[in-house]
């Protein structure tokens, strides 16, 4: 007796091979990547725009960086010099009641008394003996948030004119938001508003950084991703920026730069990039980075008092 086909094997085989061809179609040209891996395809680099100049950001509409929030892990209100620095740490969110906060009044008194022994005890901040005072530093702190409610006037200033009121030295992932901060004396300085060193990842959101500091942000020794959003930098005895070694992008969205000197200094290096967004500049601002080549620049807004840069030109031998 002949044995009858087995139809159920016969159609069990032909799925499997219709399933095998499909299968062997997927992540081709045209097929459908559903686990979101792109490593087949090219991705040019941030630089590459084909015309030499600083591209705009992938993402420059993120609403989330104009008002950021505290951290959701620890957080702690703070309402003296005192309460905020011995509040500072790594993943610390920190907010300050406004307020008028004078570090030098209070630091002055703690190096005066202490000395040495109260960094000892502060490893995340350190007080510096300075020319005509004591200065901050704060190091080596990753996921540090500083926040004011950005209603209520919060000031923080310091009166030496040859410190910064601020520094961060190896810090990652900083946030300052709602902060006016400079310093009480006007004139001559040496001392910036904030210095950051070797550090990446900032953000700083409605700010106003305000002179007698030479600069209002100073960044070193590979310092870089910074964005800054609608923030004001005025008034300081130099210029409001002074950018060396930078190693990342500085971006600054809706910010006002405006009543400085006009010595601005931006060192462009193979791996830093400045650009900025509807930004508005003044007099001495524009002289300076209107006509910087090494410079992004999108709908922004351009004093009409500019100085226009003289280029020099070697003069021809003498035979």
Not at 146 to 152: H, K, L, Q, R
């Amino acid at each position: 007796m002949k044995r009858k086909p087995n139809r159920s094997a016969g159609i069990m085989l032909l799925l499997a091979v219709l399933l095998l061809s499909v299968l062997a179609g997927c992540g081709r040209d045209g097929g459908q990547n559903t686990d979101g891996n792109t490593t087949g395809m090219d991705t040019p680099a941030i630089s590459d725009t084909g015309n030499g100049e600083t591209p705009p950001p992938e993402d420059g509409g993120d609403e989330a960086q104009h008002d950021p929030a505290p951290p959701e892990g620890y957080t702690v209100t703070v309402g003296s010099v005192e309460e905020l620095l011995e509040a500072i740490g790594p993943h610390v969110g920190i907010i300050i009641e406004p307020g008028y906060y004078n570090l030098s009044e209070y630091v002055e008194d703690v190096w005066a008394q202490e000395g040495e022994s109260w960094n000892e005890r502060h490893p995340y901040v350190q007080l510096w003996d300075c020319y005509d005072g004591v200065e901050v530093m704060i190091r080596r702190v990753d996921g540090l948030s500083i926040f004011s409610d950005n209603e209520n006037l919060t000031e923080i200033v310091a009166d030496t004119r040859y410190g910064q009121v601020l520094t961060f030295e190896d810090c990652h992932d900083l946030t300052l938001f709602g902060l006016t901060m400079g310093h009480t004396e006007t004139g001559d300085c040496a001392g910036n508003v904030l210095d950051f060193y070797n550090c990446r990842d900032i953000h700083l959101s409605a700010m106003d950084l305000y002179g007698c500091g030479v600069y209002g942000i100073g960044c070193y020794d590979g310092t870089g991703e910074m964005y800054v959003y609608s923030s004001t930098i005025r008034d300081c005895s130099y210029g409001a920026l002074n950018i060396l070694d930078g190693n990342g992008r500085f971006e600054f969205h809706d910010c006002t730069l405006t009543g400085s000197e006009g010595y601005d200094l931006y060192e462009k290096s193979p791996w830093s990039e400045l650009a900025f967004y509807k930004c508005v500049f003044g007099d001495n601002e524009t002289s300076y980075y209107m006509f910087l080549e090494d410079v992004y620049t999108e709908d922004c807004v351009w004093s009409e008092n500019y100085i226009y840069p003289e280029y020099g030109y070697d003069e021809e031998p003498v035979f």
